[in-house]
């Protein structure tokens, strides 16, 4: 069943209390990016993307997400939970021994939801390219959606990646970029600046959209779904999406202090008090 906004806005609160649990129970895990990127992923599962239950790794005329970043893994498995993929209790196994939530998404364990192993930053564009023009050669009128690191695309490869979906017209495909200016050593334009982004992709043929409120979860669905009016064009598709590291945690965000590093027993209910809800699923 379909959720309503005011839904969804209560499952992102859901999401970042789950993302803080998971990262604190084993003193490891990344929740800054995480935090900031809820809104892309409750607005992703809850509103855009064309999937269905229960998950297979084909997914004909299905569309298909791949997340390049992998490091944002508690969003993304948290976001999985509750949307059905798998049961919200396996989140307790976050980063554990045979668990199937490892700290960086992988594929040899058959989490449902998860299509590649990544983490390895500057591939997961060239995978999608590679899911989008098979969708292409099997007829298969769906789209592909991918997530990547502002930090991330200070790799050379996504800029190979770049000018391959333009020249060979991949039009099919919606890579966004979590425009949070840091990653783990600071901010990005103090550790190899991005310069003109958006002049940037367009320089390099893709069709590109931004959007300054990336954690507004009404303003995410909006920017999504022009993005999909923009498909079937002979050009691939951008999103700029400007997001707030730690969005919704007062003392993570304004800085790239909690990319990598886990809240202690005071800090997490700190939060929990500032990400409150009247009755919370505990997993």
């Known amino acids: 069943m379909s959720k309503s906004i005011e839904e969804l806005k209560t499952l992102t609160t859901q999401i970042r209390r789950d993302i803080l649990r998971m990262v604190h129970a084993v003193n490891s895990g990344h929740p800054g990016g995480s935090l900031g990127c809820t809104e892309y992923f409750t607005a992703l599962y809850g509103k855009v ?11 004909k005329n299905e569309d298909h997400f791949y997340l390049s970043n992998g490091h944002i893994s508690p969003v993304f498995y948290s976001t999985l939970a509750r949307f059905g993929f798998f049961p919200v209790d396996e989140l307790r196994t976050f980063r554990k021994l045979d668990s199937r939530l490892q700290g960086h998404p992988t594929t040899h364990e058959g989490l449902p939801g998860i299509r590649i192993a990544s ?13 989008a023009l098979g969708k292409k050669l099997d007829g298969d ?6 997530l990547h ?3 991330e695309l200070q790799e050379g490869q996504i800029w190979e990646a770049l000018m391959f979906a333009a020249a060979k017209k991949v039009d099919n495909i919606i890579s966004t970029i979590d425009y949070n200016g840091r990653q783990i050593d ?5 550790v190899l600046s991005l310069g003109d982004l958006h002049a940037k992709l367009e320089a390099f043929g893709w069709t590109v959209l931004e959007e300054k409120n990336g954690n507004d979860l009404e303003a995410v669905i909006a920017i999504l779904e022009k993005a999909k009016s923009e498909t079937g064009k002979e050009k691939p598709v951008a999103i700029i999406l400007h997001t707030e590291m730690g969005y919704g945690v007062d003392y993570m965000m304004g800085t790239h202090a909690w990319h990598g590093k886990a809240p202690n027993d005071e800090q997490l209910e700190t939060a929990f008090k500032q990400l409150y809800l009247e009755a919370p699923a505990d997993y």
């Open 49 to 59: 993307l064309n999937y269905k239950l229960p998950f297979t790794m084909e997914g």
């Open 119 to 131: 983490g390895s930053l500057g591939q997961g564009l060239s995978v999608a390219l590679g899911a």
């Open 149 to 151: 690191g502002d930090g």
């Open 186 to 190: 600071g901010d990005t334009d103090d």
């Open 141 to 146: 009128q769906s789209l592909v959606y991918s």
